[in-house]
């Protein structure tokens, strides 16, 4: 796998780059990003790219420099201009400088880049393409997100073996530091796709977990994952931050870019959530449901913000939820929770609102047809077991009380959805 960086001050030149083509199926990936020469020989020292995408004319450290200098440390890097229609004197300044191309910004396409890196692989020589490397490259997003969810549900057997094939997909991550999980998700994901506000789910998944990665890795260590259809998932390392306050408002300032680009140029609203501060591997089980309970539960007024995880959560309602998410499937009641904590009902439901800002009872409702999206993707499941598995006996009570909350009824939702996300393909 070649690896290759791009840099430019613009970032929609960076986002539009990496999405142009499937970088992987021609055995490349896009290793990191800087917006200008000084940014790019930092980086190059950590990610050794094979090919670097440049624009020329960058403060700090212009792309003429960025070439001479490369060239004299790094000889074996290849260089590809992204010029401006009117930059040609600029151009054949940098081909003589010993850039191999070069492609206009406004006009790129996917036929000239693979073109190029047909030149860049006769320059490198063709790199070896066994079965199994090939079968890792064209499925290194699946097999990802695959891996995150073996560990975040605990199905891994071996510890060494898993982190082994993480290393093989290039996750290459400190898991025996400080860390914390951020979790992403699109608000009305399942409303935009039906309507066809999201026309793309793949282009648009792609797109957002890039520009999040963007954003984050300016200021932390970061590896991203594609989590599940609307949702994007990443492990920041913490190490370094003498306060825990100061990581979170970091992170905060960070997710206020996030949502402001996203909506910008993505027409999308995102909601974010960061799990406690974990230092070992088993610890992303724990993190992970964290953040999608507190992503998949929110309410319409908490979406767009950055949320914390059961910061401010009673002992005894976390106690609460987690009952609730073991147990979804039998009489859940507010006699029984209070029973379980060992306080009356009445003051159990006062402290339930007052914590979760809902009643037990709308919460519970609300965490059912939660649990029933994620069991309707499955087409082996009938409806009506969904309904059981969930906890609701009555098929017609589920249905309505499923329309109520998602806006559609279930039988409508697996049959729109399942089609819409057919296309996600190894994207998930």
């Known amino acids: 796998m070649k690896n290759v960086m791009i840099v430019d001050d613009e970032i929609m030149v960076r986002l539009g780059m990496q999405s142009i083509i499937d970088w992987e199926e021609q055995g490349y990936q896009v290793v990191a990003e800087a917006e200008n020469g000084q940014d790019a020989l930092e980086k190059i020292e950590i990610y050794h790219p094979d090919l670097i995408f440049t624009d020329l004319v960058m403060d700090k450290m212009d792309g003429f420099r960025l070439i001479e200098e490369c060239k004299e440390k790094y000889n074996n890097i290849q260089f590809v201009i992204l010029s401006n229609h009117n ?7 940098a081909l003589q400088l010993g850039a191999l191309d070069y492609v206009f910004k406004l006009t790129i396409n996917k036929e000239e880049i693979l073109k190029i890196l047909g030149e860049v692989n006769q320059k490198l ?5 066994n079965e199994m490397e090939s079968v890792v490259r064209k499925n290194r997003q699946a097999i990802k997100s695959t891996l995150i969810k073996m560990l975040a549900e605990k199905t891994y057997i071996d510890r060494d073996e898993i982190l082994r094939e993480l290393n093989i ?27 066809g506000k999201i026309t793309s789910i793949q282009l648009t998944k792609f797109s957002m977990e890039n520009m999040i990665t963007e954003i984050l890795e300016e200021q932390f260590n970061i590896v991203g994952f594609n989590y599940d259809a609307e949702d994007v998932l990443y492990l920041i390392e913490t ?20 949502f402001e680009y996203l909506k910008r140029y993505f027409d999308i609203n995102v909601t974010g959530v960061i799990s406690k501060i974990y230092n070992n591997i088993e610890g992303i089980h724990y993190a992970v449901n964290e953040c999608k ?16 995880c ?34 009356s009902q009445s003051y159990f439901s006062h402290v339930f609102k007052d914590n979760m800002k809902m009643g037990f009872t709308d919460y519970v409702n609300r965490t059912r047809i939660m649990r029933a999206c994620e069991l309707l993707q499955n087409q082996n499941i009938k409806i009506n077991e969904v309904a059981l598995l969930v906890g609701i006996e009555n098929y017609n009570y589920f249905s309505i009380l499923f329309k109520k909350i998602i806006g559609i009824a279930p039988n409508v939702y697996r049959k729109n959805f399942i089609e819409k996300t057919e296309e996600i393909g190894e994207s998930i």
């Open 239 to 258: 190490e370094g931050f003498d306060d825990q306050g100061k990581i979170y408002s970091e992170l905060n300032q960070k997710f206020q870019i996030i």
């Open 125 to 129: 020589g063709k790199s070896s393409n």
């Open 169 to 195: 997909v290039n996750v290459r991550f400190p898991f025996n530091k400080p860390y914390i999980v951020m979790m992403v998700g699109i608000d009305d994901f399942t409303r935009d796709v039906l309507t």
């Open 87 to 93: 930059d040609f004197n600029n151009v054949r300044k």
């Open 293 to 308: 309970n507190a992503l998949y539960q929110r309410l319409p007024g908490e979406c767009g913000k950055l949320h914390f």
């Open 310 to 343: 059961d910061d401010n959560l009673r002992s005894e309602i976390r106690i609460i939820k987690e009952y609730i998410n073991e147990h979804l499937n039998e009489n859940l009641s507010i006699e029984i929770a209070a029973r379980e904590i060992n306080m």
